[in-house]
């Protein structure tokens, strides 16, 4: 509120051809903004038809229109700055944010791990079966696809 206030100010303090001046110039960013982001869904609407992804098509319709799904967020720009306007597109966003936010600090290449097992233990028949048997049945399977009752 504070920022509004300074700017607000600022503002009536202009004389007046410098107020029309930086309206013109939010308004002809605002209509930057839009024709780039017009733009960037004309092309993907482009790129879904020659790929024949009809749902794709719809959605990027339906946005043209103005009467897609009202909880959608685009436009969301990426790290560069360049807007995002498919799922495919946020869908790699989210994904290296993901692997950035979430990847090994280099700090940590060089750090020795601790070993809670060595490499020559084996695992017995009974430590299996008695770890099978306290996990609970009807849980997702693992990697491997093996569910617990198996």
């Not at 107020?19 to 024709?35: E, F, G, L, P, T």
């Not at 009809?54 to 790290?79: F, I, W, Y």
């Not at 692997?99 to 020795?112: G, H, I, T, V, W």
């Not at 430590?127 to 609970?136: G, V």
Request: with cysteine; charged share 25%; proline share 4%.
């Amino acid at each position: 509120m504070q920022l509004y206030a300074e700017r607000q100010e600022n503002f009536a303090q202009m004389i007046t051809y410098d107020q029309k001046a930086a309206s013109h110039a939010i308004s002809n960013s605002i209509r930057n903004d839009y024709v780039s982001y017009i733009d960037g869904i004309l092309s993907e609407l482009e790129a879904a038809g020659c790929g024949g992804n009809t749902c794709e098509l719809m959605r990027l319709r339906k946005t043209l229109s103005g009467k897609h799904n009202a909880s959608c967020t685009m436009p969301t720009k990426d790290s560069n700055g360049d807007h995002i306007l498919s799922q495919g597109s946020l869908l790699k966003a989210w994904n290296k944010f993901l692997a950035e936010k979430f990847d090994c600090p280099p700090s940590d290449l060089n750090r020795s791990r601790e070993a809670t097992v060595s490499p020559h233990d084996s695992l017995s028949d009974q430590e299996l079966s008695e770890t099978l048997a306290s996990m609970k049945s009807g849980k997702a399977p693992g990697i491997d696809r093996i569910p617990i009752e198996a």
